[in-house]
T-cell receptor, first 108, second 111 residues
């Protein structure tokens, strides 16, 4: 079973700051997905990356897939309180294997 | 709105009891998966059903079992509840593009 490590586990920053969170594995991903989970809700898919070196942007969120397809990063520019949540990565196969997540808090 | 609904939203049971959690998927989504999410952790895969047959299982004991029905609903059954079974239980259905849509979950507390 592929293990995913996410870092940091917790992150609390002020509104307007930038941040980056990471997802790493010792194995190669066939594809990788990022989800955001808000309190009281299930995870919601943000993006899927497939190709090594791929960069995808979703408004203020930038997702990057490592060249070797073993790691990924999520960068948020000018964070807003609405970005608060648990950010999860997984290897996007039939049986989703999730990392433990990064719990992000954006303070007004 | 993901189109996946779970019931009940909250449930309290005592150790040793049995529980059934329910999930209603979107029409046409033939695959449903169940996950256990402990507090502060990511979801852990329990099992997956495709067209009413289990076709994948995570590292959970046999007292975790499931059913999927032709009307796109499914159940997760847990026998002989233990304190460590306290968690958020999520179901997710998969569309033709292999995207999973999650319900809001059932929060189970075992006392």
């Amino acid at each position: 079973t592929q293990l995913l490590e996410q870092s940091p586990q917790f992150l609390s920053i002020q509104e307007g700051e930038n941040l980056t969170v990471y997802c790493n594995s010792s194995s190669v991903f066939s594809s990788l997905q990022w989800y955001r989970q808000e309190p009281g809700e299930g995870p919601v898919l943000l993006v899927t990356v497939v190709t090594g070196g791929e960069v995808k942007k979703l408004k203020r969120l930038t997702f990057q897939f490592g060249d070797a397809r073993k790691d990924s990063s999520l960068h948020i520019t000018a964070a807003q309180p609405g970005d608060t949540g648990l950010y999860l990565c997984n290897q996007g196969a039939q049986k989703l294997v999730f990392g433990q997540g990064t719990r992000l808090t954006i303070n007004p | 709105e993901t189109g996946v609904t779970q019931s009940p939203t909250h449930l309290i049971k005592t150790r040793g009891q049995q529980v059934t959690l329910r999930c209603s998927s979107q029409s046409g989504h033939n695959t449903v998966s169940w996950y256990q999410q402990a507090l502060g952790q990511g979801p852990q895969f329990i099992f997956q059903y495709y067209r009413e047959e289990e076709n994948g299982r995570g590292n959970f004991p046999p007292r975790f079992s499931g059913l999927q029905f032709p009307n796109y609903s499914s159940e997760l059954n847990v026998n002989a509840l233990e304190l460590d079974d306290s968690a958020l239980y999520l179901c997710a259905s998969r569309d033709g593009k292999n995207i999973q849509y999650f319900g809001a979950g059932t929060r189970l507390s075992v006392l």
